[in-house]
Structures are given as C-alpha cells and as structure tokens.
C-alpha cells in the first residue's frame, strides 16, 4: 500500500467493492477452553454456572471443557463456595491449579535489578532484587546480570530452572516486543541488541521483552486498577516520561510494536532540550533530569561537583517542602507541563481512566490538586463526567509484576490456545 518512502500506492487497493477488506478483527478470537479459564483466574474462584452466565455458553459446553481443564491439570474443583439455604452439598467452585505453570518476571534499571517467581494464578511466590552499577552495560553483561538475579530468585525459592515455563523482562527506552530487539536504551551501550533472543539462549526458555511502560499498564491490568476497565491510559514519571494504553482490554503497542512515547510529544516550539536530541519534549519539562537541571541552580549547587539527578531532586523536593520558593516553583512549573501532557491524553484517547503509576510517587508536587485541575481547564468541556485521574503508588516490584504479566499472558496463549495438547 505505501512505497519505500511511506507515500500511498493505490495500486493494491481493488476497484470493486467496498467497506474495510481486512477481518473484522486482527487478534484471533481466544478458544473458549481459554476463555474458560480465565474467567476463572480473573474471579479467582468461581461457580461452573457463573463462568456459563458471564460467557454466555451453553451449560453442556462448560462442563465439557472445564473436564477437560480439569483433566489437563489446569483447574481444579475445590468447595469453597457458601452452602445455599435449604441445600445439601455445598456448591463445588473452580479455581486454577497455581503451580500449573510458573513464570518469572525481571525489571531492569539502573539502579537495581528485580525479579518475581509468579505462579499460574498470579501469586507472587518470591522477589529477589540485584544492586548494579549506573553506567550503560554491553549485551553480554546485561545477560550476565540478568542470569545472576534469576539464580538468587530461584535458589531463595527453592525452585529449579526446569520448572520455570517463560521468562517476561522489561527496561525503559525503545524495545521492539515482537523481535526482543531493543533499539535504544539508557541502560545498554549499544543500540540494535537482541536482548530477548540473547536471554532466551541463556535460559533455554522463552523470553517476552516489553518497555517498562507497557510492563506497568500490564501491571495495573492484571493485578491493578485497570482490571475492571477495557480503556485505559497509565503515564509513569521516572528517568522519563512513559505511556500505555489499553484499547478494548488489550495493550496497544502501535503497528511498529515499539509503544507509545508521551514523553517525547512536543509542547513547546523550540523548546528545552531533550535526551532524544530534540527540542520541546514533555520530558525536557518534567522528567527527573529535567528538574535536576534547574535544581542546580535554584540550589546554588557547584557545577563542577555535579551530583548524581537521585540525589539533587530529593533535595530539591526536601527545600519545597521546607518552603523555599525557587524550588516550589520548579516543581508547580513541571506539574503545569504534566497537566497539558495529560491533557493532551484525554483529548486524543478519550480513555475511561488515568492511572498515574509507578514507584516514584512520592513528588507529589507533580500530582497535587492544581495539577488535575489545570488539565480538566485545558480539556475540552463537553459535559460529562471529566476523565478520573488516579494516583498509585506501588512498591519497587510492580515493574516486575507486569514483566511476569507479560510472561503469564503469553504461557496462557501457548498452553491453551494453539499449543493445546488435550
Ligand atoms: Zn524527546
């Protein structure tokens, strides 16, 4: 449809017809013995009867497929459900067998390495977490680490390598999820690395890699507050500025597979420059470098004994709260930028909710109420109920957690999708 310079060539579009040529809908619908079980899994433990209400199924077809679950090692029938008045046994429930399938989840930073041992339910079963030095790795230590971390979180879980089924990752930067190619990273020394192949060698298993961001909004679809809704918008304010969107209880990652960059939308003409070498960046304006910045100088810090962003924002933040008005006015300056950011997220996605997620929540400067109501005054006003914003912050190990996510959805597909083997 386009040539090699993106320009449109009609040739491949039939003169006859009308309406979209492609399938109505570009994901394969999920088998129903899939369907099954996650409805199971998302309730937790739950009636046959409810699982035949909520997916609209003949009654004959869900206790056929769930015998067969059953029969798998997938579900498991356990009582648990309160006795009806009047009724003799008490009602059988189903639940997912946890140790059918285990997955581990790994989020690399700069900082620290962590790592999840998650089961088929979605408990975590261990965490174990890996100091690493702030300088961008190669490919071959970044595996190394990786394999280190993975080693402590099983020997402190007593499990063995074998036992694991796929291994989800995640780190900030450019990550193609379908090739596990990272094309850019802050973390890595190099750009083009096949990250997710080189792990994948190393632990003899499948690897998922994702960007952090999409990893956090599939923290918050899975485990957060995004389960109950199909659309849905989480922005994380860390090193940068990121974004997921769940469209129709799906994460979007756009055609490229890459993901979305909110950080690197432009709200200024020529404006500060940002670590991506372009100018106007929402990032250049409120990521934790870009105020690190201008704490330099409304903390009178030596220029020529830089210390580490970390360290100048806390005090920085420490000075607000204390009161001194240069650095008040840096962090209201930032949350102002925050707002059209967000603003502009509304506008574009129309979602039901934003979840403002992510470990670093504790700047709530950035958060606070003027914050929230500079982006429903830059929002279109168009009579309903204005887009809820929502504040989470979760411990260290919800960058993880969505990894294991990632990894869960995946070994799901394989083992009850195309890979089923009854
Ligand atoms: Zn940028």
């Given at each position: ?269 020529d404006g500060a420059l940002c670590r991506c070498g372009k100018r106007g960046c929402l990032e250049a304006y409120v990521a934790d470098y870009a105020l690190a910045r201008e704490a ?127």
């Amino acid at each position: 449809m386009y040539d090699s310079e993106g320009r449109r060539n009609d040739a491949d579009v039939p003169v006859t017809g009308c309406g979209p040529i492609l399938s109505v809908s570009a994901t394969p619908l999920r088998p129903l013995r899939q369907q099954i079980f996650e409805t199971v899994r998302a309730a937790g433990r739950t009636a046959r009867a409810d699982v035949t209400r909520s997916l609209g199924i003949s009654p004959g077809s869900a206790t056929t497929l769930s015998a067969e679950l059953i029969a798998a090692g997938f579900l498991r029938e356990v009582e648990g459900l309160p006795r009806e008045a009047g009724r003799g046994r008490p009602p059988v429930a189903l639940e997912v067998v946890p140790d059918a399938r285990l997955v581990v989840g790994i989020k690399l930073s700069d900082r620290a390495h962590t790592a999840v041992l998650t089961d088929f339910a979605g408990n975590v079963l261990a965490n174990a977490s890996q100091p690493t030095q702030p300088h961008r790795k190669t490919l071959e230590q970044t595996v190394t680490e990786v394999a280190e971390l993975v080693a402590t979180l099983l020997s402190g879980a007593q499990c063995d390598l074998s036992r694991i089924s796929a291994v989800g990752a995640g780190l900030s930067g450019l990550v193609n999820h379908e090739s596990g190619m990272v094309l850019w990273s802050p973390l890595l020394s190099q750009r083009d690395l096949a990250l997710g192949p080189a792990l994948s060698r190393r632990f003899g298993l499948p690897v998922f890699l994702d960007n952090d961001a999409n990893n956090l909004t599939l923290a918050e679809l899975w485990f957060g507050a995004g389960r109950a809704r199909s659309d849905f918008a989480v922005v994380t304010i860390e090193e940068g500025v990121g974004m997921g969107l769940v469209l129709g209880n799906r994460l979007f990652r756009g055609s490229r597979g890459i993901g979305l960059e909110l950080g690197h939308t432009k709200v200024q003409l020529d404006g500060a420059l940002c670590r991506c070498g372009k100018r106007g960046c929402l990032e250049a304006y409120v990521a934790d470098y870009a105020l690190a910045r201008e704490a330099a100088t409304a903390l009178d810090r030596n220029h020529n004994n830089p210390q580490s962003p970390k360290v100048m924002l806390e005090t920085l933040f420490e000075q607000a709260k204390a009161g001194n008005e240069s650095a008040r006015t840096i962090f209201r300056r930032a949350g102002r930028y925050l707002s059209l950011g967000l603003a502009n997220v509304v506008q574009l996605f129309d979602p039901e909710l934003i979840i403002l997620s992510g470990e670093r929540m504790q700047y709530d400067y950035l958060y606070a109420d003027e914050v929230i109501a500079e982006m429903r005054a830059l929002t279109l006003e168009d009579g309903r109920v204005p887009c809820p914003v929502e504040i989470h912050a979760w411990g260290d190990l919800v960058w993880a957690r969505g990894a294991s996510a990632l990894a869960l959805g995946a070994v799901t597909d394989q083992a009850l999708g195309d890979g089923w083997v009854a």
